[in-house]
């Protein structure tokens, strides 16, 4: 009985062998999952597109005095459907009308390979601020950067915040530091790499 017992060893060994290499495997494809998803739900970043700002106080601040920062969207926000007839599409030329935000946000979508303006103007609010919300992906799935650019009445460029090399984007932005006596409008641009980004979103007080 011995003698077969020890027969049985090298098998009992490679069963052993075969298990805890199962383990090993399920254990690792886990942590690569969770690593895959960590990655997919990152949110987008100022600058450093390694580097999660989504809650973060990490702020852009131009040389004209305004800032912005990326704050976390009230669930309200998320929530809300909006009209097709109430979204406005983004155009090819900075605009030369106003739209009062202080009458009714502002929702907007486009698809672009290059760049495209808001089609009106906005003064901030009587803090000096202008908030906006910006969900955007590359329409197959491939990264790339999306930048947006606030402007003044007069045409100059005021803010330039670079929203990181990704596929997608999710995230709502504060701005501040604006004369609450002067209107502003925006431009959203991307490298000239054939890629095509599609964008949504809402800029409100």
């Not at 704050?71 to 097709?84: D, G, H, T």
């Not at 929702?107 to 910006?134: C, L, M, R, W």
Request: glycine content about 4%; overall charge negative; hydrophobic content about 30%.
């Amino acid at each position: 009985m011995v003698k077969k017992s020890k027969k049985y060893v090298p098998a009992l060994l490679l069963i052993l062998t075969i298990i805890l290499s199962s383990i090993v495997y399920y254990a690792n494809t886990v942590i690569a999952s969770q690593t895959e998803n960590e990655t997919f739900n990152e949110k987008i970043t100022v600058d450093d597109p390694n580097l999660n700002t989504y809650f973060d106080d990490i702020k852009v601040e131009s040389s004209e005095g305004v800032s912005e920062e990326a704050i976390e969207p009230s669930p309200q926000a998320k929530l809300k459907l909006v009209e097709p007839s109430k979204i406005q599409i983004l155009g090819d030329y900075p605009p030369t009308e106003l739209w009062n935000l202080d009458l009714s946000d502002y929702h907007y979508q486009a698809s672009f390979y290059n760049y495209v303006y808001t089609n009106y103007k906005f003064k901030p609010n009587a803090n000096g601020e202008i908030y906006i919300d910006i969900v955007a992906r590359e329409v197959n799935g491939k990264t790339t950067y999306l930048y947006y650019s606030l402007y003044d009445e007069n045409g100059r460029e005021i803010l330039n915040v670079n929203l990181g090399a990704y596929s997608r984007w999710d995230t709502t932005r504060r701005i501040y530091g604006l004369n609450s006596n002067q209107s502003y409008y925006f431009k959203f641009y991307k490298p000239n790499d054939g890629k095509k980004i599609e964008i949504s979103g809402k800029i409100y007080h």
